[in-house]
């Protein structure tokens, strides 16, 4: 096994274009470490990303905020402009594992993971993110919910790799929320999530939504219909329950160790129902 | 009858006191040396090759791959374990636990292992190892393993009494307790009720996984490293099952991260001496936490009917208990325990308890933490909360009116002696928790438990150093904070200061037998033992003194660390301390010390009562814990922080596996979850501050009145979350855990009916 | 004479009584008598039995002696966690 830290985005993909065994890329380690402690990979090469100063940046930009792939969960809670202007997208990242997860764990990994169950996707989708992906062949921009296809399968192609994330600016009344279920407090994984972002008028009617769901699909579930039964609301009883409803049967789960699928099915109507709920009362304030 | 033996009130100088606990430094520095942190020159890294199936017989296993691989120095079969058990059949049951000699028992079970230079080279020999299975089916449901059509889990499973000749054949044993006519109790009751319990597997969840340093020599000799909560147990198992002489096996217990049953039972350490006697080099062998989930014992999983009839007061008429316990694939007392357990509180007229221990496709079941009684509980309080809530009685006034008191007799025989659950329960009367008002979708659950204490073989050795201080071996080894608290003894009983004695705890080459920590029997036993030691050192401190001032040893006594001289003659003489006596020694006669060899007889049970406060999520399933309150009769607290910490800890275990903790098997009889992201082991931010009482009804057969704690304290909690969830929601809770999934299909199945 | 009373499943091997009466003043004398009088005990004695002396379960000291009127109970010797 060979072990390599680059120090520019172009040596680190000059690394993995080079490489014909099985390459993986250290982030933050937090799911790669315990899959090879655990047996399950044997990596050849591995390129630690975490030297390479550009992708260990959270950068304002004029469209918006750009996220470095190495930038740490933690660090995204400390940083106050993403705190305010995407307050789903963080506290779905500082949800991740432990506290000392989050000071290794990145978002960029959450999502190369390909977990349907992983945090940070759902608010990703919700908040309309898009992927900066380096390669070979150059560089590709896509929508986060085209990264992951299947439980551990991205649509990355050989040697691209994540270099970073990145998030619209933030309009006013507009805010996300991401609510998760777990049986425990902390340091669990989802047994459904959802996430939502909401742009409201300035008498409070839903304009725009986007609505996706975690740990209910082999991939996250980007639920179009669900922001529908939102759009032109004021989060009133009626609204939440079709929200409810919709969720409830856009989800396709599967019955685990870690819940049955009438129990995915039902709460993660209820987790869609109270993160619109919070979502809103963001954007309310978001004057 | 003599039942109510009174104990002398007694004035503590040390016990009672709060100080640092001794080996605290050493583990928040990570200096403590666990079973893991120890390495022995030239040692070899093992590893166990496991089953992949619930149950298959093993038709041939071929190993000429592995040990051809460059660093591997030696692999083990069965066939390397030869029987010696000599017709003992519990031992050859451990034999086979350790590695499968016919077939494979459960996902998990041994069946090869290899001792290599590195981890690397071992993990790879593993894979190069080739066992010819052939799958049989398997059973590893309580209840589906009774039915007479399943799978035969043991093929020599018999039942241990058989009165009917017709028991099924995965029945291993039946035991009955009880006294009265329970239907003629039934028959005068104004109100019966009857319910069904089911309670899942779970483990004991210590951090420390099962680790062990083996060498064994070819001399006979051997050295053993361990983990575990018996060295003096482990050396006598290992020593038979490898056919070694007993006092040849060097046993020393490492510091322990937590056992709480888990670790009185070997399981790897007989392999990593068989590696270490073929490689001829010294093995450590270290399982992961895999490991321990699939391949160490976890509590029985259970299934238990109880039937309880009271008059309208609220005096229990007649009560019984069906209590059905797994055991794994070979014997066990799991039923025997719950039934003497389930109504171990209450005075009964008439009371039937039957325990039935059922083997079934999974590991050994193994003690944890008053083995059998928190799943009873959990069946008998749920059945008597139903009651109060049916007769409109406050839950604690039942208890009240049904407590055991001295001279009560216990529903599996015997008249108690001096307990306190009276006064448990009019302590938790008086506390304020019962007074906080509770909101929507919140319940408020009481429970009481039970649990014996054991005493048995016991050795101390006090030896008094140059200066005057002392060092105390103990050979019960400190589960939680025991040598602070025998220190604390010591002192008390020397007259001196506490942080002028050291315990530690001696190999088994230092002390004779001493039985395992198991049975609250740690604090009880070498306390007794201590203060023993302890009386014949100051025997030998006075003889020194008497020749030091050369007067007859009669006219000398003992007190406030200090020999006094008494009587007319010498009255005046001023005192000689400990120190001044200790510096003299080699002038008087020796080395000063006093040893104890004893059996510890006088055990004092205990009883606890818990209160639950709870919110339940009424769309999730989900429930938090609001406040928790433990109250337990510790007869005396030694060293009070650690029993509120058996108190605590107790309570905690139980409330893990009251809302998450189970295994789950798969239809493959394979184990789903077995690690601590899925098998769920609360973390702090799941719980509120546990708080508690202790209560002190001393133990009349203790010199100082203690009670074992240790166990107690896990008993209630099932019950008490259980009763809680059950008054918040409206809807009777019957299986544990009260996962969020199972507390919401509880919920929305109440609304279908 | 002490009346020893016998717990239920054990009650299978002494004639189904509750209750046997057994000549011994020590436990090793009652356990003793006990196999010999009820050769069934035999295994449950191998395993291990307590014995209750007025409400004090005497595990292992088999030294312990019978007063004469007092309540003597056997029960199943434990172990634990």
Known sequence: MHYSRPNSVAEAVNLLGGNTGNAFILAGGSDLLVRMKGGFVEPSLIVDIKAIAELRQIRATDKGFWIG????????????????????????????????????????????????????????????????????????????????????????????????????????????????????????????SAGINLTLDADGTIKTARVALGAVAPTVLRVDEAAEALVGTKLETAALERLAETCSAAARPIDDKRGTIAYRKSVVGVLAKRTAELAYKRARANS | ???????????????????????????????ARYGADYNMPGQLVGLVLRSPHAH?????????????????KAVITAADLPDHADGDEGLLEILDNCMARTKARYDGHAVAAVAAIDEATARKALG????????????????????????????????????????????????????????????????????????????????????????????????????????????????????????????????????????????????????????????????????????????????????????????ITSAYAHLR??????????????????????????????????????????????????????????????????????????????????????????????????????????????????AANQGRGIACGYWFNIGGQTCTTLNIGVDGTATLTIGTVDVGGSRSSMSLVAAEELGIDYDKVKTVIGDTATLGHNDTTEGSRGTFSSSMATINAVKQAIGVLRERAAKMWEIPVDDVVWEKGCARAVGEEHGNLPTLSLAEIAKEAPNTGGPIAGHSEIV???????????????????????????RYLVVQ????????????????????????????????????????????????????????MIDTVIVEVPNPGHPYGVRGVGETPIVPPLAAVANAISRATGVRMTHVPMSPPRVLAALENAKVT | ?????????????????????????????????????????????????????????????????????????LIPRMTSG
């Open chain 2, 325 to 438: 316990y797994g055991c794994g694939p070979y014997s066990g007392v799991w039923g025997m325990l719950g039934a003497m357990t389930a109504f171990a509180c209450y005075d009964i007229e008439n009371v039937k308890t039957i325990g039935i221990d059922v083997r079934i496709n999974r590991p050994k079941t193994a003690a944890y933490r008053a083995p059998s009684a928190p799943v009873a509980a959990f069946a008998v309080e749920s059945v008597l909360d139903e009651i109060a809530q049916k007769l409109d009685m406050d839950p604690l006034e039942l208890r009240f009116r049904n407590a055991v008191k001295n001279g009560s007799r216990s529903s599996y025989g015997p008249t108690f002696g001096t307990i306190g659950l009276v006064e448990v329960l009019e302590a938790v009367k008086s506390h304020p928790q019962l007074n906080v008002p509770l």
């Open chain 2, 1 to 31: 009858m003599n039942i109510n033996a009174k104990t002398q009130i007694q004035e503590f100088r040390s016990v009672g006191t709060r100080p640092v606990r001794q080996d605290g430094v050493d583990k928040v520095t990570g200096r």
């Open chain 2, 600 to 626: 510890a007889e006088g055990v004092g049970v205990s009883f606890g009562a818990h209160i639950c406060d709870v919110e339940v999520d009424p769309e999730t399933g989900a429930t938090k814990i609001l």
């Open chain 2, 56 to 72: 298959a017989r093993i038709k041939s296993i071929d190993t000429s791959a592995a040990e051809a691989l460059k660093g591997v």
């Open chain 2, 633 to 688: 009769d510790a007869g005396r607290a030694i060293h009070p922080a650690y029993v509120e910490g058996q108190y605590q800890g107790g309570a905690v275990q139980g409330i893990g596996w009251a809302l998450n903790e189970e295994y789950v098997y798969g239809a493959d009889g394979r184990l789903q979850n077995a690690g601590f992201l899925d098998y769920r082991i609360p973390v702090c931010s799941d719980l509120p």
């Open chain 1, 69 to 192: 792939a190495a930038v740490t969960c933690a660090e995204l809670g400390e940083s106050e402009m993403l705190r305010a202007a995407w307050p789903g997208v963080v506290e779905a990242a500082n949800l991740i594992g432990s506290k000392q997860v989050q000071g290794r764990c990145t978002i960029a990994g959450n999502l190369c993971n390909a977990s349907p169950a992983a945090d940070s996707v759902p608010a990703l989708v919700a908040a309309g993110a898009r992927v900066h992906i380096v390669g070979p062949n150059g560089s590709r921009v896509t929508a986060v919910e085209d990264v992951p296809l299947s439980p551990g399968k991205t649509s990355l192609a050989p040697g691209e790799m994540v270099a970073a994330i990145e998030l619209d600016e933030r309009p006013a009344h507009a805010s996300d929320a991401y609510i998760r279920f777990i049986p425990r407090t902390e340091m669990d994984i989802a047994v459904a």
């Open chain 3, 1 to 73: 004479m002490v009346d020893v009373n016998v717990w239920g499943s054990l009650s299978t091997c002494t004639d189904n009584q509750k209750v046997i009466q057994i000549e011994a003043t020590t436990i090793r004398g009652l356990l003793r008598e006990l196999v010999e009088k009820y050769p069934g005990a035999a295994p449950w004695v191998k395993r291990g039995i307590s014995v209750s002396i007025d409400g004090e379960i005497i595990r292992d000291d088999w030294s312990k002696t019978l007063p004469d009127d007092a309540e003597i109970y």
């Open chain 2, 128 to 315: 190069l190892i080739r066992v010819d299975y052939e799958v049989l089916p398997h059973v590893t449901d309580v209840d589906e393993a009774l039915k007479s059509t399943a799978n035969v889990v043991h093929e020599h499973a018999t039942s241990r009494v058989d009165p009917e000749q017709n028991v099924p054949l995965n029945v291993h044993a039946t035991e009955e307790f009880g006294h009265g006519d329970i239907e003629a109790g039934f028959a005068k009751s104004d109100l019966i009720v009857e319910r069904s319990f089911k309670a899942e597997q779970s483990h004991q969840g210590y951090i420390e996984p099962h680790a062990c340093v083996a060498s064994v020599n070819a001399d006979g000799t051997g050295d053993l490293w361990v983990t575990t909560q018996g060295h003096f147990s482990y050396r006598i198992v290992c020593a038979q099952l490898l056919g070694m002489d007993v006092s040849k096996l060097r046993v020393t217990s490492s510091e322990i991260g937590g056992g709480f049953g888990g670790k009185t039972h070997v399981w790897a350490e007989p392999v990593a001496l068989a590696l270490s006697r073929k490689a001829g080099r010294p093995v450590k062998l270290t399982m992961s936490r895999e490991e321990v989930f699939r391949s160490t014992g976890p509590t029985s999983p259970a299934s238990i009917d109880v039937k309880i009839g009271v008059s309208n007061e609220g005096v």
